[in-house]
C-alpha cells in the first residue's frame, strides 16, 4: 500500500512523500481503454486545426498535451500548466517534449500567467475536482479564451461511484468515505451549471461511464484498501468486516464479476463574442 492518499494528495502533488503513487496513477488511468476513448473525443470535440494555440489545463504528466500538439501542427502551440513542479518536470523530460511544439509551465488555474483572449482552446480534464472555487478557475480559462473559442472540461461526479459486493452497506460506507474525500465530490454534474453562469454559449455535455473490472487496477486509482483501513480506523466497520469485503472483492476478480463504475461529464461550451455571465 502506498503512503498517499489521491483523493487528497493531488491538489499539492509537490508535497507528497512518495510522488511516484501520483505519476503511476496518471500513466496507469491514461492506457484505460475508456480513458483513451474519451481524451480521443474531447480533441475532436474541440474542433482542433493547424496554427492554433491550446492551453492544457492542469496537464499532469502533459500525454493530453502531447496528442493535442500532433493535432494543431503546424504553426500551433500547446501550453501545458501545471500547479506541480514535478509533474512539469516530468513532462519536461519525455522525449514527445523535444519533438513537439509544447511549452510546460508551473502555474495554478485559479490565476493564469497569461493575457486575456490568449488561446483558441482550453482544456481542463480532473483537476477542478480538486479545486476549492471551481468556478473561478472556470471565470480564469474563459477570461485567457479567445472571443468564440471553446472550453472543454472533463470532471467525475463520485457520488455515482459504485462497488459492487453481495455486502451492500459496507459498498456504501466504502464508497461514501471515498467519494467525500474529493474537495467537490459533485463537480461533473455542476460543470454545465458553471459554464452557463461564466457567460459560455452552445454549452454540450457528453456523459461517460467508465468500469474497472478487477481489484488490483481499482485499488491503484480508487485506494480500496487504504479506504477500507480508514472505514476501520474511524470505527465506522470492524477490521474483519473489512477483510470480509476486500477478500470478495478479490474472489469477484477471480469470477470475472468485479466492478467499479465511476460516471464523468464532457462538457463543451464556446465563449461569446461579448461574455455575458448568467444571473444568479
Ligand atoms: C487527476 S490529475 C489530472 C492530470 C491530467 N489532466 C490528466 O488527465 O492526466 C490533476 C492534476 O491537476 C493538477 N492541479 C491540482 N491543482 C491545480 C491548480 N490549482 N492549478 C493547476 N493544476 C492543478 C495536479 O498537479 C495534477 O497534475
Known sequence: MNNEYLSTGFPDVDRAQ????????????????YYREYKTKSYELLQLSPGIRVLEA??????DAFRIAQRIMPGGKVIGLDASAAMIEKARLSELAAQLPVQFQQGDVKALPFPDNSFARCRIDRVLQHIPQPQKAISELVRVL???????????????????SDDINISHIIENLWSGSFTNSRIGRDLGDYFLYAGLSDVRIYPGTSVITDLATADK?????????????????????GNLWIEELIDRTAKGSFMAALTAYTVVGRKRSANLRAPR
Request: charged share 25%.
Open 18 to 33: 512518495n510522488q511516484d503513487a501520483y505519476f503511476d496513477c496518471l500513466t496507469l488511468l491514461d492506457s484505460l481503454e
Open 221 to 241: 486509482v480508487y485506494n480500496l484498501r487504504e479506504t477500507v483501513q480508514k472505514a476501520v480506523e474511524g470505527k465506522r466497520i470492524s477490521a474483519a468486516q
Open 58 to 63: 492542469g496537464c499532469g504528466l502533459g500525454d
Open 146 to 164: 479567445k472571443p468564440d473559442g471553446l472550453l472543454l472540461a472533463y470532471d467525475n461526479d463520485w457520488e455515482t461511484f459504485s462497488v459492487a
